[in-house]
């Protein structure tokens, strides 16, 4: 489902701000004392911004075909 999002660069910088917004929010609030809300928002987080990152920057092919200059 995520390699379909990222294809569609507006829902993909859309569904990273949306990750990544909060989870920064939680990293830098803190003090919710739940450690499996602190992986939470770090796994949310890395996530968002990747997606952010491929929706401004596009995704990269999956191969380049180079020709032989012989």
Known sequence: ????V???RPVAVAIGAAL???AAWL???GGSGV???DGLALVAGATGIALLWTGLTGA???WVETRDRD
């Open 20 to 22: 990544a917004g909060p």
């Open 35 to 37: 450690w499996w809300l």
């Open 6 to 8: 990222v294809r569609r």
């Open 60 to 62: 990269r092919p999956d």
């Open 1 to 4: 489902m995520i390699l379909r």
């Open 27 to 29: 990293e830098v609030r």
